[in-house]
T-cell receptor
Framework: NAGVTQTPKFQVLKTGQSMTLQCAQD?????MSWYRQDPGMGLRLIHY???????DQGEVPNGYNVSRSTTEDFPLRLLSAAPSQTSVYFC?????????????FGPGTRLLVL | AQSVTQLGSHVSVSEGALVLLRCNYS??????LFWYVQYPNQGLQLLLK??????LVKGINGFEAEFKKSETSFHLTKPSAHMSDAAEYFC????????????FGIGTKLQVIP
């Protein structure tokens, strides 16, 4: 298993540009989430999904869109980047079952918006 | 809404000394509490999780945490610090026990002095 993969590792955008942060997992996990990490603020939930076709907003959803067309992929879209979206973005996947529960984080994407 | 407060953004301990990282929670319902560790330039890794039952929870790498309802605390401890424990540690809470809507504290950076 590759676990949770995120691409790109680092990206520089200009204000107003759009981009998609990719997240994929090969563990057949139902749940996937996107977080942003900023100094002194911990991690804040942007969007999450409890299964293919089902997404919901987290604590800081404004400026971000998500979709979950397959179990494996959960891309995060920035429609019009702003300097306030400069951050490190983490994707996570998890599974909770009667006999096992696991959670894995990806390595992160560092985004700089100029 | 549930939240956690981590006391001390930076903690320094000598190698071999006790590690104590403090976390207090705020919740109107029984909380589900987590501790995560983040090594430099990496994603987060789950150390331990409290749901119900035994209030002393043992995690990976020799860490443990005790749930104290009377003090609304969930402090993380390790009897003897190792250089490899230097990292940032996050306390977190979930309303449902699942991983999809976890709320994180701001983190505590642990420095281990040789």
């Amino acid at each position: 298993n590759a676990g949770v993969t995120q691409t790109p590792k680092f990206q520089v955008l200009k204000t107003g540009q759009s981009m998609t942060l990719q997240c994929a997992q090969d563990m057949n996990h139902e749940y996937m989430s996107w977080y942003r990490q900023d100094p002194g603020m911990g991690l804040r939930l942007i969007h999450y999904s409890v299964g293919a076709g089902i997404t919901d907003q987290g604590e800081v959803p404004n400026g971000y869109n998500v979709s979950r067309s397959t179990t494996e992929d959960f891309p995060l879209r920035l429609l019009s980047a702003a300097p306030s979206q400069t951050s490190v973005y983490f994707c996570a996947s998890s599974y909770s079952g009667p006999r096992q529960e696991t959670q894995y984080f990806g390595p992160g994407t560092r985004l700089l918006v100029l | 809404a549930q939240s956690v407060t981590q006391l001390g953004s930076h903690v320094s301990v000598s190698e071999g000394a006790l590690v104590l990282l403090r976390c207090n929670y705020s919740s109107s319902v029984p909380p589900y509490l987590f501790w995560y560790v983040q090594y430099p330039n990496q994603g987060l890794q789950l150390l331990l999780k409290y749901t119900t039952g035994a209030t002393l929870v043992k995690g990976i790498n020799g860490f443990e945490a005790e749930f104290k309802k009377s003090e609304t605390s969930f402090h993380l401890t390790k009897p003897s610090a190792h250089m490899s424990d230097a990292a940032e540690y996050f306390c977190a809470v979930s309303p449902s026990g699942g991983y999809q809507k976890v709320t994180f504290g701001i983190g505590t950076k642990l420095q281990v002095i040789p």
